[in-house]
T-cell receptor, first 114, second 114 residues
Framework: GQQLNQSPQSMFIQEGEDVSMNCTSS?????WLWYKQEPGEGPVLLIA?????ELTSNGRLTAQFGITRKDSFLNISASIPSDVGIYFC??????????????FGQGTILTVHP | DAGVTQSPTHLIKTRGQQVTLRCSPI?????VSWYQQVLGQGPQFIFQ???????GRGNFPDRFSARQFPNYSSELNVNALLLGDSALYLC?????????????FGPGTRLTVT
């Protein structure tokens, strides 16, 4: 089945540093979504990507849809303590009306030291 | 506008019991999806409902069922609970029919089976 592999699994950084994480798949995706989840809460949508090669920003966050359609990248610039959380990539499962069915990566845990 | 709401927030049940979880989508969203998230993993797709019809089902046993009401709210039912059903159950809504895959999640219901 379709699987999304995220790396790194966890990151420990100092406040002010930039962060990069990625998500890869053996299958082609037509959409990539990036979510952030904090303890006790549901995932919050950060960025949505719909075209290969697309580069989209949301404040200090920038995400890219890989040219091969099999990967995506998320960068966070000048990290702050509130960036702490688990970052998930997600994409629609194949088949039928896939817009309601997402498969998720295993997440990247981000810790920011003040 | 209110986001996706879920009830209850927390629930403790005993093995063999049945549970019903509820979800109200964002106003105007007609598609609701359910996900199970066990500790340390990304959400796993359970069901998608659109216009009161099941449009997709993940790899979950028949003990899991759901329905969607005319007002687009939804219920997830789990029968004969097992210890392994302990998880965070997430509901997500989306603007179906637009070709866009963005889903917005509620805070989840934390189910503990003892």
């Amino acid at each position: 089945g379709q699987q999304l592999n995220q790396s790194p699994q966890s990151m420990f950084i100092q406040e002010g540093e930039d962060v990069s994480m990625n998500c890869t798949s053996s299958s082609i995706f037509n959409t990539w979504l990036w979510y952030k989840q904090e303890p006790g809460e549901g995932p919050v949508l950060l960025i949505a990507l719909y075209k290969a090669g697309e580069l989209t920003s949301n404040g200090r966050l920038t995400a890219q849809f890989g040219i091969t359609r099999k990967d995506s990248f998320l960068n966070i610039s000048a990290s702050i303590p509130s960036d702490v959380g688990i970052y998930f990539c997600a994409g629609p499962l194949a088949g039928g009306t896939s817009y309601g069915k997402l498969t998720f990566g295993q997440g990247t845990i981000l810790t920011v030291h003040p | 506008d209110a986001g996706v709401t879920q009830s209850p927030t927390h629930l403790i049940k005993t093995r063999g019991q049945q549970v019903t979880l509820r979800c109200s989508p964002i106003s105007g969203h007609k598609s609701v999806s359910w996900y199970q998230q066990v500790l340390g993993q990304g959400p796993q797709f359970i069901f998608q409902y659109y216009e009161k019809e099941e449009r997709g089902r993940g790899n979950f046993p028949d003990r899991f069922s759901a329905r969607q009401f005319p007002n687009y709210s939804s219920e997830l039912n789990v029968n004969a609970l097992l210890l392994g059903d302990s998880a965070l159950y997430l509901c997500a809504s989306s603007l179906a029919g637009t070709g866009r895959t963005e889903q917005y999640f509620g805070p989840g219901t934390r189910l503990t089976v003892t």
